[in-house]
């Protein structure tokens, strides 16, 4: 089959611009202390997760239990929960994962820890816990040191659980263009959270790991990062968001459309808002990069004169932001050239919960 073949709007994956974005950010972690857990959130897709664990991941990040509950039914063996699971209906799930798989969660509420407690304890079993620390995303997370030791102490104090270290991510640099506060913020951030693992060891908390991390300045990280899980996981694909920021990586990922309508003045195909979502910088057509754009629901226009084009003809878009522009399709074209080499569902989309 070739893409000429496929329905549109569909979601392309070049094979080997992929293998090649895999094998720069294996040379961006060889000889740090950082091993890749790349995000799940970024494709969704359990057979791009286990290409990444044969290629050396230490385990997949995802964002949702649903994910996490995808990842382990399909034997990804190690999921890294990088949010908190707070709501008592989730808990039963969450302990049969920690079950099945080296499951971990974050946490940075004392009552959540308990509560993970109990859920543990009634099957048995471990449910290893990260404490998130608050690095400036002003998101979730404990704001000082001592409120991290107190967590991480209550963690190790029950039989359930197992403290797994710290979880710092900084998710307001992923998209800072300005490369050089990009570089100081890193610094700043590492500086932050070596200091803290010193004070947990201190004062006996030996701490395993700290996570974090982004595409968006994983190859900006100190040889020495304290860091050593890096939950990147759109370097896989890219995007126009990311493109901004001259990163080592090829753009990977297109939405397919076919043109519908050509007049004089415009060229409108068939993917539009609820295909291409529009939550940071706008997607582009490669074949007419500066063409002004109209997006509503079901249409972009593309204002052009005189377009050769014709109703039928194909055009390739690059999203503006990968991941949430895979989550509105249930598959995934892996390409070579125009060939389609594999088609793989998107077992997680939409998994909210």
């Not at 700290?210 to 994983?218: K, Q």
Request: with cysteine; charged share 25%; net charge negative.
């Amino acid at each position: 089959m070739t893409i000429t073949e496929l329905e549109t709007p569909a979601l392309l994956a070049d094979q080997s611009i992929m293998e090649e974005n895999a094998a720069v950010m294996k040379s961006i972690t060889a000889g740090s202390r950082m091993r890749l857990f790349p995000h799940y959130k970024s494709h969704k897709c359990p057979m791009i997760a286990k290409k990444q664990m044969e290629l050396g991941a230490g385990g997949i990040t995802c964002a949702k239990l649903g994910e996490a509950d995808d990842l382990v039914r399909e034997g990804i063996p190690t999921v890294v929960i990088a949010n908190q699971v707070v709501q008592s209906e989730k808990l039963p799930l969450l302990a049969s994962l920690a079950r099945r798989a080296h499951l971990t969660v974050c946490a940075d509420d004392e009552e959540n820890i308990l509560a993970l407690e109990r859920a543990m304890a009634e099957g048995g079993g471990v449910l290893h816990v990260l404490v998130e620390y608050e690095v400036g995303m002003r998101r979730c997370g404990a704001e000082s040191f001592e409120e991290v030791l107190r967590l991480a102490q209550l963690i190790g104090a029950q039989p359930h659980l197992s403290f797994h270290g710290i979880q710092a991510y900084a998710g307001q640099l992923s998209h800072e263009e300005n490369g050089e506060t990009r570089r100081r913020e890193v610094l700043r951030i590492e500086t932050e959270a070596a200091r803290l693992k010193g004070y947990l060891e201190e004062r006996g908390v030996l701490v395993p790991n700290v996570c974090g991390g982004s595409t968006g300045y994983a190859a900006e990280k100190p040889e020495d990062t304290v860091y050593t899980q890096l939950q990147a996981g759109s370097y896989l694909f890219m995007d126009s968001s990311y493109q901004r920021l001259n990163l080592p990586f090829r753009q990977a990922l297109y939405v397919l459309t076919s043109v519908v309508s050509v007049k004089p003045d415009r060229v409108v195909v068939d993917c539009g808002v609820k295909t291409l979502t529009m939550d940071q910088h706008a997607p582009y057509f490669p074949a007419f990069p500066e063409a002004e754009l109209s997006f509503s629901e079901e249409h972009t226009t593309i204002f052009t004169e005189n377009s050769d084009l014709l109703p039928g003809d194909m055009l390739l878009c690059v999203p503006g932001h990968c991941c949430t522009t895979v989550n509105t399709f249930d598959r995934i074209h892996v390409i070579r050239g125009e060939d389609v080499l594999h088609v793989w569902p998107i077992t997680s989309r939409g998994k909210a919960q």
